[in-house]
């Protein structure tokens, strides 16, 4: 599986952003998927999930009611909305898929990932 990530951009606070990650491979449907960022200076981290069905999603408390993520299995793609956001949400995006197992958090449990996409708060 490759992943290419895009949608990033410049953003005021409060504003929204739609980020996209593209996916090759036949077995893409059938794999779990995340999200996750990294700002300057600190470890990657866990952003948002979603299974394989798009029928469990799961959020880091920190984007809870502000992100969504989503998937359209016939497109090969997972999508991550993104609304009110905050200049905290300045970073590094990342998509990423598992070989097999469920959707969940850890960096460490991912098998694919896709090159960044930049994501710029301004206060």
């Known amino acids: 599986v490759q992943l290419q990530a895009f949608g990033g951009g410049l953003v005021q606070a409060g504003g929204s952003l739609r980020l996209s990650c593209a996916a090759s491979g036949r077995t893409f449907s059938s794999v779990a998927a995340g999200w996750f960022r990294q700002a300057p200076g600190k470890e990657r981290e866990f952003v948002a999930a979603i299974s394989w069905s798009g029928g469990s999603t799961y959020y880091a408390d920190s984007v809870k009611d502000r992100f969504t993520i989503s998937r359209d299995n016939a497109k090969n793609t997972v999508y991550l909305q993104m609304n009110s956001l905050k200049p905290e949400d300045t970073a590094v995006y990342y998509c990423?898929?598992?070989?097999?197992?469920?959707?969940?958090?850890?960096?460490?449990?991912?098998?694919?990932w896709g090159q960044g996409t930049e994501v710029t708060v301004s206060s």
């Open positions: 990423a898929a598992r070989r097999t197992g469920w959707a969940t958090a850890p960096p460490s449990a991912y098998d694919y």
